[in-house]
C-alpha cells in the first residue's frame, strides 16, 4: 500500500510575505555584524530587536510593481491625450506655470535625492523589515521624479523656466531653500534622515503642497499635473505611515532614544515649515483660479492634522509639539505675502515672472486675510500700480541678507509684530551668523560647526564663485535665458499665450 504524499501546506497571506522579505535575511558569518552595518550607532540610537519592526504595507516587489505599473498606465494615457489636443492652451492663464516652475526646479530633484539616499538606507540598517521598507520608497522616489519630469517636459516645449532646472536647482538663490534642506538631512545620520523625511518631508510638507496644489492644478485646468499628483498621493499615504512607523519603532526600542528623536523632530519641524514659505506664495499668488488659502491649509493640515492627530498619537511615548510651533502659527497670517514680495522684488533674477495682483486676486485676498492684508499689504501693491502707471516696475538692485540656516532672505517678522523684520544675530569662533527667526537660530546654536559652512548663494556672488560681479554675468552663470524671468506682463509667454489663443479664436460669425 502506498501512501500519497501530503499536499503543500498553503501559507497564509502574511507567511507568505515574510518567506520573500524577511525570511531572505542571514546573519553574517565570517564579518563582523558592525562592519557589515557600519553606520547605525553613531547617533546615540540603541536597537535592541530590528524584529520588532511591523511593515505597514505587507507589499513584495512583484505586487509593488504590478500596482504601479497600473497607475503608470492611466498617468501616461492623460499625458498622451493632452499633449496631443494641444492641452497647454486650455490652462487658465499662462501665469499659471509660474508655479509648475518653482515645483520642477525646487521639489523634483528633491524627489531624486530621497530616491539615493533611501538606496543608501536599504543597504544600511540592520533589520530586514526596515531595509525592504525602505527600498520600496527608494523606488517610489525615483518613479515620482520621472513622472513629474515627463509631466511637466509638454510645457516645455511652449514656454520658458522649464530647461535647465536641475542645474538652476543646484546654482539659483531662492533654490538653495529646498536643496539646503536635504542637504541637510543627507550630512545627518541614517535614523535622523528617517526622522527628517518621514516626519518633516512626507508629513509636514506633503500634505501642504501635493494635496491643496494638485486641487489647485485641477482647477487651472492642468489635467496632467493632477493625475500626476493623485497618481503620486497613494505612495505619499504610504511614505507617511513608514515615517510614523519608523519613530515608534525607535521610540519603542530604548527609553533613552526618547530624548534624541525629540530634538530631531524639534529641529526638522522648523526645517521643513520654512521650506512651505515658497509653497505659502504659490496657493495665494501663483495660482489664478484659487482652490484654498495657505492660511486655511495650514489650519487643516498643520493644527488640525498633527497637532491634533499624530502628535497626540506621540505623547503616549513622551513626545511633545516641536518648539517654536507657535511661532509658526502666528505667521500664518503674513507668510505668504511677505514671501511673494520679496519674489516680486527680486523676479528679474529667477526663472519665472511676478505680476502685481488685479482687482479681483486683492479683493480675494482682502476677504480671506482680513486682519491683515488690507492693513499691512495692499498700499503695497497700490504704490506699485503708481510706479507701473508711471512707466517703471520696482525691482530690487541689491542683494538681500540670507538665513545661516534656510538661506530664506530676511523677510520674515517677528512674531505677534508684522511690522518688525525678525533678526537674530548668532557668534561662533568669533564671527556673527544672521538667522530669521527664534528656530533657526536654536538650530544653529545647537549645530554650529555644521550650518557654518552653509553654501550661501549671495555669499558666494560676492566672493566671485557664480560667474562674475554683475546681473548679466550671474544670470548667464545660472543658465536663464530669454522669457524665463522678469516680468509677466510683456514677457515671451504671454506674447506666446496671446498669440495661440488668437490663432484659435473662431473666425466668422454664428449662424
Known amino acids: 500500500m502506498t501512501i500519497a504524499p501530503k499536499a503543500p501546506r498553503k501559507l497564509t497571506m502574511k507567511q507568505r510575505y515574510e518567506a520573500l522579505t524577511r525570511d531572505l535575511d542571514w546573519e553574517p558569518s565570517y564579518v563582523d555584524k558592525r562592519d557589515v552595518f557600519p553606520h547605525?550607532?553613531?547617533?546615540?540610537?540603541?536597537?535592541?530587536?530590528?524584529?520588532?519592526?511591523?511593515?505597514?504595507?505587507?507589499?513584495?516587489?512583484?505586487?509593488?510593481?504590478?500596482?504601479?505599473?497600473?497607475?503608470?498606465?492611466?498617468?501616461?494615457?492623460?499625458?498622451?491625450?493632452?499633449?496631443?489636443?494641444?492641452g497647454h492652451l486650455s490652462l487658465t492663464d499662462a501665469s499659471y506655470l509660474n508655479a509648475m516652475k518653482v515645483f520642477l526646479q525646487g521639489v523634483t530633484p528633491l524627489e531624486y535625492t530621497a530616491h539615493r539616499n533611501f538606496a543608501y538606507l536599504a543597504r544600511h540598517l540592520n533589520g530586514p523589515g526596515p531595509r525592504?521598507?525602505?527600498?520600496?520608497?527608494?523606488?517610489?522616489?525615483?518613479?515620482?521624479?520621472?513622472?513629474?519630469?515627463?509631466?511637466?517636459?509638454?510645457?516645455?516645449?511652449?514656454?520658458?523656466g522649464f530647461h535647465n532646472y536641475?542645474?538652476?536647482?543646484?546654482?539659483?538663490?531662492?533654490l538653495s531653500v529646498p536643496k539646503s534642506f536635504f542637504d541637510d538631512a543627507l550630512s545627518a545620520g541614517p535614523f535622523e534622515f528617517l526622522i527628517a523625511i518621514g516626519f518633516s518631508f512626507e508629513y509636514l510638507l506633503t500634505n501642504l503642497l501635493f494635496v491643496p496644489f494638485m486641487s489647485?492644478?485641477?482647477?487651472?485646468?492642468?489635467?496632467?499635473?493632477?493625475?500626476?499628483?493623485?497618481?503620486?498621493?497613494?505612495?505619499?499615504?504610504?511614505?507617511?505611515?513608514?515615517?510614523?512607523?519608523a519613530i515608534k519603532f525607535i521610540l519603542e526600542q530604548d527609553e533613552g532614544n526618547v530624548p534624541i528623536v525629540q530634538a530631531w523632530i524639534d529641529k526638522w519641524f522648523w526645517r521643513g515649515y520654512r521650506v512651505?514659505?515658497?509653497?505659502?506664495?504659490?496657493?495665494?499668488?501663483?495660482?489664478?483660479?484659487?482652490?484654498?488659502?495657505?492660511?486655511?491649509?495650514?489650519?487643516?493640515?498643520?493644527?488640525?492634522q498633527m497637532l491634533?492627530?499624530?502628535?497626540?498619537?506621540?505623547?503616549?511615548?513622551?513626545?511633545?509639539?516641536?518648539?517654536?510651533?507657535?511661532?509658526?502659527?502666528?505667521?500664518?497670517?503674513t507668510l505668504s505675502h511677505q514671501v511673494y514680495w520679496t519674489l516680486y522684488q527680486f523676479s528679474h533674477a529667477a526663472a519665472f515672472t511676478t505680476s502685481v495682483p488685479d482687482a479681483e486676486h486683492q479683493q480675494w485676498l482682502r476677504d480671506n486675510y482680513p486682519d491683515t492684508f488690507e492693513q499691512l499689504y495692499q498700499p503695497l501693491w497700490a504704490k506699485e500700480e503708481?510706479?507701473?502707471?508711471?512707466?517703471?516696475?520696482?525691482?530690487?538692485?541689491?542683494?538681500?541678507?540670507?538665513?545661516?540656516?534656510?538661506?530664506?532672505?530676511?523677510?520674515?517678522?517677528?512674531?505677534?509684530?508684522?511690522?518688525?523684520?525678525?533678526?537674530?544675530?548668532?557668534?561662533?569662533?568669533?564671527?556673527?551668523?544672521?538667522?530669521?527667526?527664534?528656530?533657526?537660530?536654536?538650530i544653529f546654536e545647537r549645530e554650529p560647526e555644521k550650518y557654518v559652512q552653509a553654501w550661501?548663494?549671495?555669499?558666494?556672488?560676492?566672493?566671485?564663485?557664480?560667474?562674475?560681479?554683475?546681473?548679466?554675468?550671474?544670470?548667464?552663470?545660472?543658465?536663464?535665458?530669454?522669457?524665463?524671468?522678469?516680468?509677466?506682463?510683456?514677457?515671451?509667454?504671454e506674447k506666446n499665450w496671446n498669440t495661440w489663443h488668437d490663432d484659435h479664436a473662431p473666425t466668422g460669425t454664428e449662424g
Open 386 to 442: 503708481k510706479n507701473i502707471e508711471a512707466g517703471g516696475r520696482h525691482f530690487w538692485r541689491g542683494l538681500p541678507q540670507l538665513c545661516q540656516v534656510c538661506q530664506v532672505p530676511m523677510l520674515f517678522t517677528e512674531p505677534g509684530d508684522p511690522t518688525t523684520i525678525c533678526q537674530r544675530e548668532s557668534v561662533y569662533d568669533g564671527e556673527t551668523f544672521q538667522t530669521c527667526s527664534n528656530g533657526c537660530q536654536w
Open 216 to 245: 489647485g492644478a485641477s482647477f487651472n485646468g492642468d489635467l496632467p499635473t493632477m493625475t500626476f499628483g493623485f497618481s503620486a498621493q497613494s505612495d505619499e499615504s504610504r511614505h507617511m505611515t513608514l515615517g510614523l512607523e
Open 308 to 333: 491634533g492627530g499624530l502628535f497626540a498619537d506621540l505623547a503616549f511615548y513622551g513626545i511633545t509639539p516641536p518648539k517654536h510651533v507657535d511661532d509658526a502659527i502666528a505667521e500664518k497670517e
Open 40 to 86: 547605525t550607532e553613531f547617533e546615540g540610537i540603541k536597537i535592541h530587536d530590528w524584529g520588532k519592526w511591523e511593515d505597514p504595507f505587507r507589499l513584495t516587489v512583484d505586487a509593488y510593481a504590478k500596482y504601479q505599473a497600473e497607475k503608470d498606465k492611466r498617468l501616461y494615457a492623460v499625458l498622451d491625450g493632452f499633449a496631443q489636443s494641444q
Open 132 to 160: 525592504f521598507a525602505a527600498l520600496c520608497q527608494s523606488i517610489d522616489e525615483l518613479r515620482h521624479t520621472q513622472t513629474e519630469i515627463h509631466t511637466l517636459s509638454n510645457y516645455n516645449k511652449y514656454y520658458g
Open 456 to 493: 550661501l548663494p549671495v555669499h558666494q556672488i560676492y566672493q566671485g564663485s557664480c560667474g562674475g560681479p554683475t546681473l548679466p554675468d550671474v544670470l548667464q552663470w545660472y543658465g536663464l535665458e530669454e522669457g524665463d524671468s522678469g516680468e509677466y506682463k510683456g514677457s515671451v509667454d
Open 276 to 304: 512651505t514659505a515658497l509653497v505659502a506664495q504659490m496657493l495665494d499668488y501663483m495660482l489664478p483660479r484659487k482652490v484654498m488659502s495657505w492660511k486655511e491649509s495650514f489650519e487643516l493640515y498643520f493644527e488640525e
Open 166 to 174: 536641475l542645474e538652476q536647482h543646484d546654482r539659483v538663490w531662492y
